[in-house]
C-alpha cells in the first residue's frame, strides 16, 4: 500500500499530510503562493515529499482541500504530472456522511465541511470546531450530526493589518500573548487588543452558541495555526488539534475511495 497526500490549501499556509494507511507520518506547513503555476507546484510536491524521505512513486491518491480558488487548476494539473493522479478535490458531489443545513451548501468552504468530519469521528456531537485562522471561523455541528452553520470573523493577522494600515500612529507589534490586560505603553495595549480581544470574541461567541444550541456542555475543538496560542488561555479552548484537517481529509477520501480512479503509471 503506498501513501495518501493530504493537501489544505488555506490563504495564508498550505499544510500538507502524508498518510500511510491511517497513520499520519509526515506533515509541512509551508506558505501559500497564489500565483504558482503547475509546474511550480509540481517541482513544490516533489521537493516536499523528497524533503520528508519519501518517493513521488509512493504517492497512491491526493485529495485537496481548497479554499484558493485560482489554484485549483495548476494543483490538479500538477498531481496529474507528477504522479499521473488525478486528485479529489472536497466539492459538492463528494460524500461527506454529514448533512450540510447551510441554506446554499456549496457556499461552505471546504475546510469547514472536512473540521467538522473529522470532530465528529474523533470527538463526538454535537460540537463547535474553532479554526484560527486567516479567518476566526466557529462551525457547527448538531447531535444529529449535520453541519448546522457557524460565524465566520476576522483573524488575528487580518485584524492586525487593518489595525496598522488605518492607524498612522500606531507601530506594528507581534502577536503574543500579553502577561496583562491593561497595557502600560502603547505596544503593550495593541498586544493585549489583539490577543485578550480575539481571546475574549472566541469565548464569548463560544457561551453564545451553547446557550443558542442548548447545549451548555457541547464540546469545543480548536484548530488552526494559531490555536496554540490562545488555547492555553481559556478552558473553553483547551481541547487542541493540529491535525484536525488532515485527518478529516483522509475520512473524506476513504468515503469516496470505491469511486476513484486508479494512478497512471
Excluded at 456549496?106 to 474553532?130: F, Q, T
Aim: contains cysteine.
Amino acid at each position: 500500500m503506498g501513501l495518501l497526500l493530504a493537501l489544505d490549501v488555506g490563504n495564508t499556509n498550505t499544510v500538507i499530510g502524508f498518510f500511510d494507511g491511517d497513520a499520519l507520518v509526515a506533515t509541512a506547513r509551508l506558505t501559500t503562493v497564489r500565483d504558482r503555476t503547475s509546474d511550480e507546484h509540481a517541482l513544490f510536491l516533489r521537493a516536499v515529499i523528497e524533503a520528508k524521505g519519501r518517493k513521488t512513486a509512493e504517492i497512491d491518491d491526493v485529495i485537496v482541500s481548497s479554499v484558493v480558488p485560482p489554484q485549483d487548476f495548476p494543483i490538479r494539473a500538477a498531481c496529474r504530472e507528477a504522479f499521473g493522479i488525478d486528485p479529489l478535490f472536497v466539492a459538492p458531489g463528494v460524500k461527506t456522511g454529514m448533512k450540510i443545513l447551510y441554506d446554499h451548501p456549496s457556499e461552505v468552504g471546504a475546510d469547514r465541511i472536512v473540521n467538522a468530519v473529522a470532530a465528529v469521528a474523533a470527538y463526538g456531537k454535537p460540537c463547535i470546531v474553532v479554526d484560527f485562522g486567516t479567518a476566526t471561523t466557529f462551525d457547527v455541528v448538531t447531535a444529529s450530526g449535520d453541519y448546522l452553520g457557524g460565524v465566520i470573523c476576522p483573524g488575528p493577522g487580518i485584524s492586525a493589518d487593518a489595525l496598522f494600515s488605518r492607524a498612522a500612529r500606531l507601530s506594528r507589534v507581534d502577536l503574543h500573548r500579553p502577561d496583562r490586560v491593561v497595557g502600560k505603553n502603547t505596544a503593550q495595549s495593541i498586544q493585549s487588543g489583539l490577543f485578550w480581544g480575539v481571546l475574549a470574541q472566541a469565548e464569548g461567541l463560544v457561551a453564545r452558541i451553547r446557550a443558542e444550541m442548548g447545549e451548555p456542555e457541547m464540546k469545543v475543538v480548536v484548530t488552526g495555526g494559531l490555536a496554540p496560542l490562545f488555547a492555553t488561555s481559556s478552558p473553553d479552548l483547551a481541547l487542541v488539534d493540529s491535525d484536525l484537517t488532515l485527518r478529516g481529509l483522509k475520512i473524506l477520501h476513504d468515503r469516496n475511495a470505491d469511486a476513484r480512479p486508479p494512478r497512471r503509471d
